[in-house]
Each structure stands twice: as structure tokens, then as C-alpha cells.
């Protein structure tokens, strides 16, 4: 009978370490970001709502980076971002003129491994964003192209990176493409 007493006592003690190394997981994780959603207004702009996105992208960073520092004014890797875009003028021209608005949670960053999450994320614009990023790090695009949309340019930046590594050229970033990305992404430790 003591021999089911210890293994009743040893499997109560695993259990009761396994809820507190979760519990601390999760309170590291939610360590990594901020409490509070930031959000920041981009210019009005007349070049479509992709470019009043990255100015409302802009805007975010540089409030991020004055309340909280460089380490979490990167967006691809804020929580709950969203876009409200909307005419920012009167009449038949004025339609044209579009401003957006972004809300995000900030969150810091942590490593460049981070960016190996691109698989699993669930929404669709944050893995967008997060394939430009490696793009942009990787030199085929430019920062203020990095906007949410898998446009023309990001289809062309992906298509350049599959021809130079000798991928199979289609325009769609699929799990070969992505690792290669990873790896031309990530600065090696020498």
C-alpha cells in the first residue's frame, strides 16, 4: 500500500510542476507584449489603400518606439492588428484620398527564429506580414512595401527569390520557399 501511496504522491507532484512551468510559459509569454493596444493614424494618400496602410504602419512604429523602445515596434510581430480605412476627403476626387487607421498590441522581440511561426499563424495578414518582413531582411523588398497584401510586388519579390535559389518559380511563398527565405533571412553566427 505505500508503494501506491508514493505513486499517487509522485504523480500529484508531476502534475502540480507541469501547471506551474505552464503557468509560467504563459506569463512569459504574455511578458513579451504589452498590456495595452497601441493604434496611430497614417497621412491621407492618394496612391491606394496600400500605401495609407504603411503610412498608418509608420505612424504605429514611431509611436511604439517613443513609448516603449525599438525592441517592440516591429508590426509583424504585434498581436491583433487591424486596419480601418476609410475616404479622407468630400466629393468625387476626395473618395480617392484614402487614410487608415492601425490598432495593434505591441509585442518584443524576442529572436529571429520567431519568424519560424510563419506555418502555424492563423491569420492570413500576419503571415503576409511576416513574409515580407523576410523578404525585406532578405533584400527583395523594400520596407515601405511591406504592408499586409500579397500584391504584385510581393509575388514578384518571391518570384526573384525563388529563380536566384533555383526554386520552383511560381509567386507563392510554399514551405520550401519559406525556409530557404528563413535561412537567406537570418544572419549566420560566425
Known amino acids: 500500500m505505500s508503494m501506491k501511496r508514493v505513486a499517487v504522491a509522485a504523480a500529484?507532484?508531476?502534475l502540480l510542476l507541469t501547471g506551474m512551468l505552464a503557468t509560467a510559459a504563459s506569463a512569459q509569454e504574455e511578458e513579451r507584449c504589452k498590456n495595452n493596444e497601441t493604434s496611430a493614424a497614417g497621412a491621407a494618400t492618394y496612391f491606394g489603400k496600400g500605401r495609407a496602410r504603411r503610412l498608418s504602419i509608420t505612424s504605429w512604429q514611431r509611436e511604439v518606439r517613443a513609448k516603449y523602445g525599438e525592441r517592440y515596434m516591429d508590426f509583424?510581430?504585434?498581436?491583433?492588428?487591424?486596419?480601418?480605412?476609410?475616404a479622407a476627403g468630400i466629393g468625387t476626387i476626395g473618395q480617392f484620398n484614402q487614410r487608415c487607421i492601425v490598432r495593434a498590441t505591441?509585442?518584443?522581440?524576442v529572436a529571429a527564429a520567431d519568424d519560424d511561426t510563419i506555418g502555424d499563424v492563423g491569420k492570413d495578414d500576419q503571415?503576409?506580414?511576416r513574409i515580407q518582413r523576410l523578404l525585406s531582411r532578405a533584400g527583395y523588398l523594400e520596407a515601405d512595401d511591406v504592408d499586409g497584401e500579397y500584391g504584385p510586388k510581393t509575388r514578384d519579390a518571391v518570384r526573384r527569390f525563388q529563380r536566384e535559389e533555383g526554386l520552383r518559380v511560381t509567386g507563392e511563398a510554399d514551405d520550401s520557399t519559406l525556409e530557404r527565405l528563413r535561412q537567406r533571412a537570418t544572419p549566420s553566427k560566425s
Open 12 to 14: 500529484g507532484t508531476i
Open 76 to 86: 509583424a510581430k504585434a498581436r491583433n492588428a487591424r486596419f480601418e480605412c476609410e
Open 106 to 109: 505591441p509585442c518584443r522581440i
Open 127 to 129: 503571415r503576409v506580414f
